[in-house]
C-alpha cells in the first residue's frame, strides 16, 4: 500500500512569509496527525483530525499556525507569518482511527523548513 | 515536563552483540507503548509496539519489555547489525487521545 505523501520536501523562506504543507495519508485512515520535530528532540503533536474534525489541538500555535483536513482525506498545515523558531522538520502521520485501538502511527518523510 | 524520557541520548554497540534501548514514562494513563526506527531525512518508521496488558512482545531480532509498576520499558535487539543504525524514538499513547514522544536515543551498530 502506498504510505503517507508529503510535499514539499524542502521549504526555504525568509521570516515573516507565510509557508504551506500538504499531506496525503494512507488509504482508509480515518485519523491524521501533524507534528513538528526540532533538531535533537522527539516529535511534537500539534494537531489531530479525525476524518475532518480536529480531535487536539491544544499545542497548535494559533496565532500562526493553521491546518485543515476538508473532506476528510488531504490536509494542509499553514504558517502565516513564520518565525526563525519554526524552523524544522514538519511531520504527517495517519492511522486508521475510529473503532481501531491500539494502532500505530505511519508516517511521511517530512518537509525540512528553513526560516532566514 | 516530559512524559516520556530516554535518558541515553546515545549508544554504541558491537555488531553481533544485544542492543538495550531504555525508556521511562511519568503517565500512568499510558495504555500503548511504541518504538520507531528514524534514519536521516526520513520519517519515523513504526518498529514494535505493547499494549499495557502484556509485558512482552517479540518480534523477530526485537522485543519490548514493559514494566508498568516502574513505568518503564525497553528495547532489545538481538543481534545487533550495522543497517540497525538509527535514531529511536519510544513513544506512549493514552487511549488515543495524547501521543507522546520521547526525545530519541541514537544508536550506533559497528561492524
Known amino acids: 500500500e502506498a504510505g503517507v505523501a508529503q510535499s514539499p520536501r524542502y521549504k526555504i523562506i525568509e521570516k515573516r512569509q507565510s509557508v504551506a504543507f500538504w499531506c496525503n495519508p494512507i488509504s482508509g485512515h480515518a485519523t491524521l496527525y501533524w507534528y513538528q520535530q526540532i533538531l535533537g528532540q522527539g516529535p511534537k503533536l500539534l494537531i489531530q483530525f479525525q476524518n475532518n474534525g480536529v480531535v487536539d489541538d491544544s499545542q497548535l500555535p494559533k496565532d500562526r499556525f493553521s491546518a485543515e483536513r476538508l473532506k476528510g482525506v488531504d490536509s494542509t498545515l499553514k504558517i502565516q507569518p513564520a518565525k526563525l523558531e519554526d524552523s524544522a522538520v514538519y511531520l504527517c502521520?495517519?492511522?486508521?482511527?475510529?473503532?481501531?485501538?491500539?494502532?500505530?502511527?505511519?508516517f511521511g518523510d517530512g518537509t525540512r523548513l528553513s526560516i532566514l | 515536563d516530559q512524559q516520556v524520557k530516554q535518558n541515553s541520548p546515545s549508544l554504541s554497540v558491537q555488531e553481533g552483540r544485544i542492543s538495550i534501548l531504555n525508556c521511562d514514562y511519568t503517565?500512568?494513563?499510558?495504555?500503548?507503548f511504541l518504538w520507531y526506527k528514524k534514519y536521516p531525512a526520513e520519517g519515523p518508521t513504526f518498529l514494535i509496539s505493547?499494549?499495557?496488558?502484556?509485558d512482552k512482545n517479540e518480534d523477530g531480532r526485537f522485543t519490548v519489555f514493559l514494566n508498568k509498576s516502574a513505568k518503564h520499558l525497553s528495547l532489545h535487539i538481538v543481534p545487533s547489525q550495522p543497517g540497525d543504525s538509527a535514531v529511536y524514538f519510544c513513544?506512549?499513547?493514552?487511549?488515543?487521545?495524547?501521543?507522546?514522544f520521547g526525545p530519541g536515543t541514537r544508536l550506533s551498530v559497528l561492524p
Open positions: 503517565n500512568s494513563m499510558f495504555d500503548y
Open positions: 513513544a506512549a499513547d493514552n487511549y488515543g487521545q495524547n501521543f507522546v
Open positions: 502521520a495517519s492511522s486508521l482511527g475510529v473503532g481501531a485501538t491500539n494502532q500505530p502511527q505511519h
Open positions: 505493547i499494549s499495557s496488558i502484556k
